[in-house]
């Protein structure tokens, strides 16, 4: 007896905020409001998830409202991260508007008389034969959404689909093309006053000491706060707040820090560190062969700042025992969560409201900034203070990537094929972000007068994508491999959750010895690549990539040409990607050709926004980035100090999509980062003969590199 089919589940997000009124409702005449738990932050997610609505509901993408994630309204969709969005929100709203269509059509059916096969939705009109008609806001009043969705609702085929699968303009761009106030940071809300928050220069000092007097002499001052070694002043004006700010600094008395480690030899820092270490992977070989040969190598990357061109700012504004909170932050539930344990308040005594920030990458300064507003704002008389942290304190005291050092053992026979892999990584946690811990992650709560300790960043589990192991288990197909994380169990340099978490760093490495191996065989890249992969999507961008770049050009001195690959975290989306490079006195990154597989892209458009965004990101961290420190303070605090990619070093970026509407579709955000990587690593390679494997890619490496070689 055949076994019957499993029953149908509802969508992780769904499952988790059933309730389809939280998701959809009809508003006003003609006008829908949608309202996913995801934030937009610059990855257009927004305007994706209105197509999807639009799709299932038959309605035209201009009468949709996308109303901003509260934790007022919204559905609780944890976090925006991971490339997750289209995943996990994306899904629910097609589960939730198709049901909700179905719902309308059956209330149709009954006003009507008419059954509802007959009957049809063309922008919300629902008309049958006859030239019957009503529409869903003429229904709204018969049809409640307050009930839970059902996992019986069926989606269209992607056949059906008018709006998912086409380039659809992005609907937060308007605003921010005629610089209307959609951001944060230009938010002026009534009675708005300005805050600053006192930190110290030297890492993990303490504030022993305030001479207040200078600072209360300011105009405009409004109150100073202080508790513990948290402190900061609101004034009337942020001219105010400066002024009050830097007359606390020169009279505020801190103790000694804590030392940080040599920039210069990270590698052996994270090797001698206590770790916690996991066994992510292994496979055995069939058949025990002995090794020709081993080859050993070690690519390290350095700290990462997130970078974001505009400070991290929040508001915040009481209430007698309430407190609302507007923030830029990816997680408003999870930093609500923190939030109720530093101000020992009940969850729903507090709001937290998101709005559009500056570009993110991960877990920047944003829930931080949220804290310290909502501590300044008790000096405030109910009124709301905004509170922005200036450059120097965004690259001092937000979180960074963490480094890495990355070892592989490659064995290979006396044909220099791989019969074993051994892959190793020495990192700090990658994760740290708020409300997922019975103490609090955010920077003041390990400031005030009773503190709590400062979080040592952990990873996700594999299950989750991992840490800093992410996308450390190989694609290719070789017979056996040991694949180890050593998490780092001391924190001195603050890390959490940059873009693509350990996977940049990984594919990196991966990409780097793969290609050092067909090389050494006397094999094109590309064809030693495909040798290795059975699966057939994997296959198929590598080979587009190529013939998209019309792999490989004829020689021609000072260029070089690179590949590198990846399946993000081994689950998402596919990318490959191929770098030309100019090695002159400096490495220019002249043109980079990629190819992605997302399954359905909702938006095409939108897909091959998030590539070329990763792609120069990625560039931008393989030639300049790094975070900078000598023994007692961070010291990469400026643009001069922490340079990144400037507009006219930006390569050409060419983008494939391969296209699989009938593929659920996931994220493109982190996809090219480590390809593009590897893609530029190994373009130095084929350019100038010398293998970087400690990033930045910078000039004085090179030199270093060709003398060793010499």
């Known amino acids: 007896m055949s076994a019957s089919p499993p029953a149908p589940k509802l969508p992780l997000s769904l499952a988790a905020n059933p309730r ?72 629910a709203l097609r589960h939730v508007c198709s049901e909700v269509r179905q719902r309308f059509l059956a209330a149709a059916s009954e006003r009507l008389g ?44 992607a056949a059906k689909r008018a709006v998912a699968g086409h380039a659809i303009q992005r609907v937060d761009i308007p605003d921010k093309v005629f610089a209307r106030p959609r951001f944060i940071h230009d938010c002026a809300l009534p009675g708005l006053v300005h805050g600053r928050v006192l930190r110290p220069d030297i890492s993990g000092a303490r504030l022993i000491a305030l001479d207040e007097a200078a600072a209360r002499g300011v105009s405009g001052l409004i109150g100073i706060v202080r508790d513990g070694s948290f402190a900061g002043v609101v004034a009337d004006s942020e001219v105010a707040a400066e002024a009050a700010l830097k007359a606390l600094r020169k009279d505020a008395t801190w103790s000694a820090g804590e030392p940080l480690p040599d920039e210069d030899d990270l590698a052996d820092f994270l090797r001698s560190q206590p770790v916690e270490t996991t066994v992510i992977d292994t496979r055995v070989a069939a058949a025990t062969e002995q090794a020709a040969r081993t080859l050993r190598r070690q690519y390290t990357r350095p700290y990462i700042a997130h970078a974001s061109i505009a400070p991290s700012c929040a508001m915040a504004r009481w209430d007698g025992d309430r407190v609302h909170v507007w923030t830029h932050s990816q997680g408003v539930y999870l930093l609500r969560a923190d939030l109720a344990i530093v101000l020992k308040l009940p969850t729903e005594n507090i709001v937290v409201e998101h709005m559009e920030g500056a570009g993110c990458y991960g877990h920047n300064a944003a829930d931080d900034v949220a804290l310290d507003a909502v501590l300044l704002a008790k000096a405030a008389d109910g009124r ?57 992650a955010l920077l003041a709560a390990s400031e005030i007068a009773n503190p709590y300790p400062r979080m040592i960043s ?88 190529a013939r998209r770049a019309a792999w490989k050009p004829e020689r021609r001195s000072g260029i070089g040409y690179g590949v590198g690959f990846a399946r993000y975290k ?38 091959i926004n998030q590539i070329e965004g990763g792609a120069i990101q990625a560039t931008s961290w393989v030639l300049k980035e790094r975070v900078r420190f000598d023994p007692l303070r961070i010291t990469s605090t400026s643009w001069t100090d922490y340079p990144i990619l400037t507009f006219s070093e930006v390569p050409m970026v060419d983008v494939e999509i391969i296209q699989r509407p009938e593929i659920e579709p996931v994220g493109a955000g982190e996809a090219a980062h480590g390809p593009v990587t590897a893609a530029i690593a190994n373009a130095v390679h084929d350019c100038l003969g010398v293998r970087i494997r400690d990033l930045p890619i910078t000039r004085d490496k090179i030199i270093a590199a060709m003398e060793l070689a010499s």
């Not at 689950?571 to 997302?598: K, Q």
């Open 114 to 157: 008419v059954d509802a096969a007959l009957l049809g939705v063309e922008d919300g009109t629902i008309s049958g034969p006859g030239n019957i008609r009503t529409s869903y806001w003429e229904l709204a009043g018969d049809v409640s959404l307050d009930r839970d969705a059902t996992a019986g609702a069926s989606a269209k085929t």
């Open 384 to 440: 709301p203070v905004r509170v922005q942290w200036s450059r120097h304190d965004e690259m001092s005291h937000a979180p960074f990537g963490a480094a890495m050092a990355i070892e592989i053992e490659a064995d290979l026979d006396a044909d220099n094929e791989i019969i074993g892999w051994r892959h190793a990584i020495w990192s700090n946690g990658h994760a740290a972000r708020p409300g997922r811990a019975a103490q609090p």
């Open 570 to 607: 081994n689950t998402g989306a596919y990318c490959a990607g191929i770098a030309e490079i100019e090695g002159t006195d400096e490495i220019r990154v002249r043109r980079l050709t990629l190819a992605v597989d997302v399954g359905e892209a909702i938006n095409p458009d939108g897909v």
């Open 458 to 545: 952990t990873n996700p589990p594999a299950a989750n994508g991992g840490g800093g192991d992410r996308n450390s288990v190989p694609l290719y197909d070789f017979p056996a491999w040991t694949i180890t994380s050593h998490r780092l169990l001391t924190m001195p340099v603050r890390t959490s959750a940059l873009r693509t978490l350990g996977a940049q760093g990984n594919v990196f490495a991966i990409e780097s010895l793969v290609d050092e191996i067909a090389a050494l065989r006397g094999e094109d890249p590309i064809a030693f690549r495909l040798q290795h992969l059975r699966d057939e999507r994997a296959r198929e961008v590598i080979r587009a990539a």
């Open 20 to 91: 389809l009124s939280s998701w959809v409702k009809f508003t006003g005449e003609g006008r829908v409001a949608i309202s996913p738990g995801k934030v937009e932050i610059g990855q257009g997610i927004v305007t994706a998830l209105a197509q999807i609505a639009a799709d299932e509901l038959d309605i035209e993408i201009g009468r949709i409202d996308m109303i901003r994630a509260s934790t007022a309204a919204s559905p609780n969709e944890g976090v925006t991260s991971g490339s997750l969005s289209i995943q996990q929100s994306g899904r």
